[in-house]
């Protein structure tokens, strides 16, 4: 292994001693591996084949885009100190094989960027192959030691078995001249002294194959490393693993020797894919982002907001970890979420059928992106009031010819196309001293309000006032039921704002908590449904501990603070730690049941 005489050249740039290692490993790494609260999660939003990244699940990738959009980034100096940092130590170890100095110098660079608190375990996990690879193949472990000792202890235990060899024959030739000699049967259990020989000849061949081993481990170690980096959108890590490789093994391009699923991700079935695809995979993936965000801002500076968003969102599926993304100005992700937010409500109010409201969004969504194509939704705003409007000509012309269930139909249509048509109530009025439009109204409302179609009730709420105006008890369960209608939609209107900086978790929850208090409004469970993408396992968690609460609640308690630490913004979980908390105090009950809660935080 020509690689070893080389290593050894360049190990007093790598090694250091083992109470400073002991001191980064056991100290500072690991009060560095905090997650950063300003990290998003882009985990699984790339699904790589044949080196090209395609994006898994676009509803998933739009969920995290809106999280990061709302997030705050990071400083623009530390992003940029970091950035350096990066590209020196590329440039330190070079595209070929870099020389032992190169290679300590770079290793020195590599301790500052993972103890950067931006390093998000990327440098800190290379560093410690780095440190793995300077321990197991520079010689610092030499197995001489070892091995001499097993060959004396190997050459004693055999002095021995022939010494008792040798008095085991003068005993048996003691017997008599007719003693005949014992062959020793082929069946015969191996001594104890046979058992150890053989342990000893296989420990004195694995230290033999121990270094070729170890060299092979940590190739695939970093060849591991830099797809795991590349998968992640970590393009310039991918690439200093790459670059640590070469310096490492003094192997400039060598074949890579990972699983099959693996070399699919890289290179087409049946290819061999080398560890210089990796780095130009890596490289080609950085200059994308790059390229993205410039025609980002370049489209923002243009207003062209919808089409900014577009590139925004491709970098952020691609590379969502590096720094020119993760320090992208606050001013330019907000101008997108709230064009986002917009879009959001004014589908809202279209589905809500409120045409006023939606017009007035389409005037303050052109007036904020410039490639803004709001005439479909204006070509059916105008189609659904033009409806609602002859409806209404031909429930007046049935009126005045005194055919009431006739114009009675066509209110309700009226009412289907466009619920807050202005000309509604107008309509109602000249015709309220009608005695069958009351009784029907009465009626309607009966079958509303006892299938309790909260909804309907609020759409048809200008006929059913006039129709209940003379029934006292019949107009108080009116105004019971608007005013829940109201509540529902000031309910939903919260909820929509959670979910739109990101607040997945506790718009969720929210939603939960109004399904829960109206159980029979469909429209509040489709709303939960909607928003539960993302977030199964906390649902289903919270689920599990409510229903330990009365059987195991030091368990459910568990279960709660597990939750509460992986989904700080869930109100439900800590109320869970609260509520089960004061039970189990409440009740006296002994400290056995902290054990058994903290087991399962």
């Known amino acids: 292994m020509g690689f070893i005489p080389r290593f050894v050249k360049g190990i007093r740039f790598l090694c250091i001693g083992r109470v400073a290692r002991w001191m980064i490993y056991t100290v500072f790494l690991p009060l560095m591996a905090v997650d950063d609260s300003r990290a998003v999660d882009v985990e699984g939003l790339l699904r790589w084949h044949e080196g090209i990244g395609e994006v898994r699940d676009q509803s998933a990738l739009r969920q995290a885009f809106e999280v990061f959009l709302s997030s705050a980034p990071v400083s623009k100096a530390e992003a940029d100190k970091r950035s350096s940092l990066l590209h020196d130590c590329l440039r330190q170890l070079g595209p070929g094989v ?275 194509d709001g005439t479909a939704y204006r070509a059916c705003i105008q189609a659904a009031t033009s409806l609602s409007n002859l409806h209404l000509a031909t429930a007046r012309k049935a009126g005045q010819a005194e055919n009431m269930t006739e114009m009675l139909k066509e209110i309700k249509l009226a009412e289907q196309s466009w619920p807050k048509n202005p000309d509604l109530p107008v309509l109602v009025k000249e015709f309220a001293g009608c005695q069958q439009m009351k009784r029907e109204g009465v009626d309607e409302f009966d079958r509303l309000y006892a299938a309790h179609r909260i909804q309907e009730i609020e759409r048809q709420q200008f006929r059913l006032e006039l129709a209940l105006g003379d029934l006292p008890e019949r107009r108080a369960q009116l105004k019971r039921a608007l005013d829940e209608a109201s509540e529902i939609h000031d309910g939903m209107e919260r909820v929509r704002q959670l979910a739109d900086p990101g607040n997945r978790v506790g718009a969720w929850e929210l939603a939960k908590n109004l399904s829960l208090r109206y159980p029979d409004q469909e429209i509040l469970a489709v709303l939960q449904k909607e928003l539960l993408s993302g977030i199964e396992p906390l649902a289903q968690e919270l689920e599990k501990a409510f229903g330990l609460e009365q059987t195991s609640p030091a368990v459910a308690l568990g279960i709660y603070l597990n939750l509460q630490h992986r989904y700080p913004q869930s109100s439900l979980a800590k109320e869970g730690v609260t509520r089960v908390s004061l039970s189990l105090l409440n009740e006296g009950s002994s400290g056995s049941w902290l054990s058994q809660a903290l087991k399962y935080h």
């Open 98 to 372: 870099a020389s032992p100095q190169d290679l300590g110098k770079a290793y020195q660079i590599l301790q500052q960027l993972a103890a950067d608190p931006l390093d998000q375990n990327r440098c800190r996990d290379l560093l410690r192959i780095v440190e793995r690879s300077s321990a197991g193949l520079s010689g610092q472990k030499d197995p001489a030691d070892s091995k001499a000792a097993l060959l004396r202890k190997r050459e004693i235990i055999s002095w021995n078995a022939r010494v008792d060899q040798k008095q085991q024959q003068f005993r048996n030739e003691g017997v008599g001249p007719k003693a005949v000699k014992a062959s020793p049967s082929p069946n015969a259990t191996p001594s104890k002294e046979d058992l150890q020989l053989a342990q000893i000849d296989k420990e004195l061949a694995r230290i033999g194959l121990g270094g070729e081993v170890s060299e092979l481990q940590v190739r695939l170690d970093l060849q591991e490393l830099a797809l795991r980096f590349l998968e992640q959108g970590d393009y310039n890590e991918s690439s200093l693993a790459v670059r640590f490789y070469r310096a490492l093994f003094d192997d400039w391009n060598p074949s890579l020797r990972l699983g099959q699923e693996a070399m699919l991700e890289i290179a087409p079935e049946g290819g061999k894919p080398n560890l210089g695809d990796l780095e130009f995979l890596a490289t080609q993936g950085q200059k994308t982002v790059c390229d993205l965000l410039f025609g980002c801002t370049t489209l923002l500076d243009g207003n062209a907001t919808i089409e900014a968003s577009k590139r925004l969102m491709a970098a952020f599926a691609r590379g969502g970890r590096t720094m020119e993304l993760s320090s992208y100005p606050e001013t330019s992700r907000e101008r997108i979420l709230q064009f986002q937010q917009l879009q959001h409500h004014l589908e809202q109010l279209m589905s809500e059928k409120d045409y006023d409201g939606a017009l007035t969004a389409l005037t303050e969504m052109q007036s904020q992106a410039s490639d803004f």
